[in-house]
């Protein structure tokens, strides 16, 4: 794709970076309001049996994951045209996804300026080695990122540790004011559970609160993994890097069926996404729809997007991701020293 296409591709969507307040009003309706209502209905059936209250909390921990749609809207500014009421909204919603506004807000525009960026990896994404990388690797260093691609610690112990520990503190880069809302976020969800507790009881918000927070971490986590972690994606170093074809190549549209699209604020159209953020998710489908080099982008649905489970490593020989299984035919190829990579004071990337 020339640049003067990538440029009249963006352009095409830039009719859709636009928000409708009713539209975001009638949202936050009919999210938060169910969220509450189906917290509410977990808890009395309680006194009915639990497993009632389990499928009751799964269908909430769904609410959960189109509240952080919300959150996420608010995080690139396009949820309301007032940037004080994007603030105050996705604090809001950030204490009930226990995610601080300000933190998430600084890490994901990193992410977005630089995803499938080679040599930009580290902040907002998910942690990624090539093949000569891991052949590279000690063997600690090999056993540390196999435990971290396990699918048991990625998907079961990542939301609790993302969640509820890395989230309480600040990045060492953290500026003032997104240092208070951390702290702020994490005061006011210790302030809302101690609440619920005393309201409840604390063995019946626990019951009710663990399935809803637990669902909803591994939903949002496989969510952002999947779109990213498809075996043809587009990584490039800096130097041959393309903003435009990281959107649309690096970004998959997760065709989902109609019930989980609208669950998950359509951002399956995640290629639409990251090419233009301003888009609101309640226009991200259109966008898609009015545009057709757009609907060329890398297609998963429910039962190809299982293949990522397997994919751990980038091959930049192949340009493709391979499994841990795979990496074994290509430990008889003898090692090459990738390429220096020198930053000039224009902060521009050149082989020497």
Known sequence: MSRAKEMALKKEVTPYEKNDLRLSIRQIINTILPLFLLWAAAYYSLSVSYWLTFPIALVASGFVLRTFIIFHDCCHGSFFKNKRANDILGTITGVLTLTPYQQWKAEHSIH??????????GVGDIWVMTVEEYKAASPWGRLWYRIYRNPVVMFGLGPIYVFLLAYRFNRKAARRKERINTHLTTVLIVALYAFMSWLVGLQAFVMVQAPVFFFSGFFGIWLFYVQHQFEDTYFEHEDEWSYVKAAVEGSSYYKL????????????????HHLSPRVPNYYLE??????????????????????????RLWDEESKRFISFKEIKSLYRKPYTQPPIRVTNQAGLTEKP
């Open 112 to 121: 977005h300026a630089t995803s499938s960026n080679l040599d930009k990896r």
């Open 257 to 272: 069926p109609k019930l989980l699209q609208w669950i998950s604020g359509n951002i399956g159209f995640h290629h639409v």
């Open 286 to 311: 259109e966008a898609h729809n009015a545009t057709p080099p757009l609907q060329k982008a890398t297609t998963i649905t429910l039962r190809s997007s299982l293949a990522a489970l397997r994919f």
